[in-house]
C-alpha cells in the first residue's frame, strides 16, 4: 500500500494471505499485519462490501464528464502503442466511478464502482484518500476477485483549485518482489499528460495572456501583455513608454478580435521614433514588444494616433479646443508636473490621465488614500491654466455653507479662468454638497478639481456628487503599488542641503528598506521620515538602515506581489507540493516549461509562505 516498510515480497504476501483468511473467519491476526491493512478490511466490513462480488462490464458514470473530454486523446495514443493483456488502464472520477477501460485484464476484473464503500481496499480509492500514488497488491484487497491482482493508482488534480479529479490505474497480474509496481511509471506519465490537457482546456484568458508575456519577457526586454482588462508592463517597457503610448497599446488591444491575424509594428506617439511590435492573440487582447528606432523591422508597420477615441464620457463639456489639438502640444515630463512625481507605470498612467481631463475643459476628482499626493497634483495641474489662480476651498476649514456664500462668484458665465480647488470632498457638508451639484448641472464645464479620500460610506447626497464626477474621475495609487519611484521622490522630497554641504544620499540597505515598507501614509510619510532624518543626523555619507525608524527598517525582507502574481504564485507553490516537490510534474501540470518554473521560483526566494 505504497509503503516501502511493506514491499510485496512472497512472505510478506504470505503472511497476508494467511491473515486475510484468520480475517474472513474471525478468528485472531498474527501481530505482524499492517494496521492500515487491518483497518482498511474493517471499513469493507462495516460498509457491507461481499467478498463474492464478481466482475461488472460497464461503467457508472453519466452524462458527458471533463475528465474524459480531456484524458481521451491521451488514452487513444496510448491504446495504440500498448499491448491489450499485459498493461490494462483504467479512469475513474472523483468518485471512484469508472469512466475508461482497457485490455483484458480490466475487462475480467472490474467492477463500475470502485470506491471503498463498494469494493473495499483498492488502489484508485487509496489514491484519493491520501492524494499520492498508491500500490495494492493481491491478498491486501477485500474481494476475492483481486487476490491475484497488483494494481497502481496515480491522482488526477483539478487545474487551479488542486482538489482531486480522479485516477489514472494501471493493473497486472501479481508479482512478488516488484518494486515499485511495473506499472508505474506508465501511470505517473499517463497522469502527467492527463493534468496537461486538463490544464491546458481549463485555462482561462488571464493565464493564457499570462503565458504568451512570460515567454517573451526575458533579459530585460520591453515587453506588454494587455487585454482590455488586465495590463501586464516588463520593468523595460514601464522605463521607456509614456501614459501616451500605454493607452496607443490598449486600443490596439481593444479592437483585436479572436481571429488569427499576422504581427505588425506601431509607432509610438513618444517623439522618440520607438516602435511596438504587436502580435495579436487568440483569446483576444496583444503581446507588445517594444523596440529601439534603429531596429529594422520586416512586420508591416501602422501608424499609430496618440490619443485613444473617446468616448461619451469624454465628449461631455468639449469646448472649442479638442482633446487631440490640446495633446498635440509638447507634454510635460511627469517630473516637471508636479513635484511629487515619478516614472512607475501606474503614477504615470493616473498623471496622464488627470491631465488629459484638466486640458478637455471636464471637472475633475483625484481620489486616493491619504497621502498620496491629490492636492499637490490638482494645484500643479491648475497653475498649468494660467489666470489669476485658483479659488482654494478647504471643506475640512471651512463651515457648511461656504460654496452657497460663493456660489454667484462661481456660477459667473464669464469667470472660465478661475479654476476652482475643491479639497477633502468627503467633509462636505449637505448644504455645499447640494450647492455643488446644482453648479454642475448649470455648468458642467466648471474648472473644478476637486479632492476625495474614501473612508465611510457617504451619504445619499454625497454619493449623488460622486456619481455625478465619477466619469472624470483619477484614482491616485498608493505609494506600495509604485515603490519604484521611492528614489526619484526621495530627492524631490529631501530639504535644500546648506551651503557648502552634499545633498542627503542613501545606501542601498536603506533604499530596500524603504522600498520594502508599507506606507501606510504614503508620499506625506515618507516625506515626513525623510525630514526627521535629515534633522537628526549627526554623521556624513549616505543614510544608513540603521538610521531609519525601527518600524521601516525592520520591515520583513518581502516585496509586494500583484493579484495575478500572487495568484501564480500560490498556485506554482501548490502544483509542488501536490507532486511531492516534484518540479518536472508540477511543470506539466501547470501547462509550463521547467525553465519557466525555475525562474519563477528563483523570483520567490525571500517570500513568505
Not at 538 to 545: K, L
Not at 567 to 578: D, K, N, P, S
Request: overall charge positive.
Amino acid at each position: 500500500m505504497t509503503r516501502t516498510e511493506h514491499p510485496p515480497t512472497a512472505t510478506y504476501l504470505a503472511l497476508i494471505r494467511q491473515a486475510r483468511e484468520r480475517f474472513l473467519q474471525g478468528r485472531p491476526l498474527p501481530d505482524d499485519v499492517p494496521d492500515e491493512i487491518v483497518a482498511a478490511w474493517r471499513r469493507a466490513r462495516f460498509y457491507g462490501v461481499r467478498r463474492d462480488l464478481a466482475a461488472a462490464s460497464g461503467t457508472d458514470a453519466t452524462g458527458r464528464s471533463p475528465l474524459l473530454a480531456a484524458a481521451r486523446p491521451v488514452f487513444d495514443r496510448l491504446a495504440a502503442t500498448l499491448d491489450r493483456g499485459d498493461c490494462p488502464l483504467v479512469l475513474t472520477d472523483e468518485r471512484c466511478r469508472v469512466l475508461w477501460s482497457y485490455g483484458r485484464w480490466s475487462q475480467n476484473t472490474l467492477r463500475p464502482d470502485l470506491s471503498e464503500k463498494a469494493v473495499g481496499n483498492n488502489s484508485a480509492a487509496l489514491a484519493l484518500s491520501t492524494g499520492i500514488r498508491a500500490e495494492v497488491h493481491g491478498p491486501e484487497h477485500f474481494l476475492d476477485l483481486w487476490q491475484e491482482l497488483s494494481a497502481v493508482s496515480v491522482p488526477l488534480r483539478e487545474p487551479g483549485s488542486g482538489r482531486a479529479a480522479g485516477t489514472v490505474t494501471v493493473l497486472g497480474g501479481l508479482r512478488p518482489d516488484c518494486i515499485p509496481h511495473p506499472g508505474a511509471m506508465l501511470a505517473e506519465a499517463t497522469a502527467a499528460a492527463v493534468d496537461a490537457q486538463l490544464a491546458a482546456a481549463a485555462r482561462p484568458p488571464e493565464r493564457l495572456l499570462l503565458d504568451a508575456y512570460l515567454r517573451e519577457s526575458t533579459d530585460g526586454r520591453a515587453v506588454l501583455a494587455l487585454d482590455g482588462r488586465n495590463q501586464l508592463v516588463s520593468g523595460g517597457a514601464a522605463r521607456l513608454l509614456s501614459p501616451q503610448a500605454l493607452a496607443v497599446l490598449e486600443r490596439e488591444a481593444a479592437g483585436v478580435h479572436k481571429e488569427p491575424a499576422e504581427a505588425y509594428d506601431i509607432e509610438l506617439p513618444d517623439g522618440e521614433g520607438r516602435v511596438a511590435r504587436v502580435t495579436p492573440l487568440r483569446t483576444g487582447g496583444v503581446l507588445a514588444v517594444v523596440e529601439e528606432p534603429d531596429g529594422p523591422s520586416a512586420a508591416p508597420s501602422r501608424t499609430a494616433s496618440p490619443v485613444p477615441p473617446a468616448d461619451k464620457s469624454d465628449r461631455r463639456g468639449e469646448t472649442d479646443h479638442p482633446r487631440k489639438e490640446n495633446l498635440s502640444r509638447p507634454r510635460p515630463r511627469r517630473g516637471e508636473l508636479v513635484p511629487l512625481a515619478g516614472s512607475s507605470v501606474p503614477w504615470q498612467h493616473a498623471a496622464g490621465r488627470a491631465l488629459d481631463l484638466t486640458e478637455s475643459g471636464q471637472p475633475l476628482l483625484l481620489t486616493g488614500e491619504r497621502g498620496t499626493g491629490k492636492s499637490a497634483l490638482a494645484r500643479a495641474l491648475l497653475a498649468r491654466r494660467g489666470g489669476t489662480g485658483p479659488l482654494i476651498v478647504d471643506a475640512a476649514q471651512t463651515p457648511d455653507g461656504e460654496l452657497a456664500a460663493r456660489h454667484e462668484l462661481l456660477g459667473s458665465k464669464n469667470d472660465l479662468t478661475n479654476p476652482v480647488l475643491l479639497r477633502h470632498t468627503e467633509r462636505l457638508g449637505k448644504r455645499d454638497v447640494a450647492t455643488l451639484i446644482a453648479l454642475l448641472g448649470e455648468r458642467p464645464e466648471l474648472p473644478l478639481v476637486a479632492t476625495y479620500t474614501p473612508g465611510a460610506a457617504p451619504g445619499p447626497c454625497l454619493q449623488r456628487l460622486l456619481d455625478t464626477l465619477a466619469a472624470s474621475s483619477v484614482v491616485l495609487p498608493p505609494l506600495r503599488e509604485r515603490t519604484d519611484d521611492i528614489r526619484q521622490l526621495l530627492s524631490c522630497l529631501a530639504p535644500r542641503p546648506e551651503p557648502g554641504q552634499p545633498p542627503l544620499t542613501w545606501t542601498l540597505d536603506a533604499l530596500r528598506a524603504l522600498e520594502q515598507h508599507s506606507w501606510p501614509g504614503n508620499v506625506t510619510e515618507l516625506a515626513h521620515l525623510v525630514r526627521a532624518v535629515a534633522k537628526q543626523r549627526r554623521s556624513s555619507g549616505p543614510v544608513r538602515r540603521g538610521e531609519l525608524p525601527e518600524a521601516v527598517r525592520e520591515t520583513l525582507a518581502t516585496r509586494k506581489l500583484s493579484p495575478m502574481a500572487l495568484a501564480e504564485r500560490t498556485a506554482i507553490l501548490g502544483a509542488l507540493h501536490r507532486h511531492g516537490g516534484n518540479k518536472a510534474r508540477a511543470a506539466t501540470s501547470l501547462g509550463i516549461g521547467r525553465a519557466t518554473l525555475y525562474r519563477k521560483l528563483r523570483g520567490y526566494r525571500g517570500l513568505p509562505d
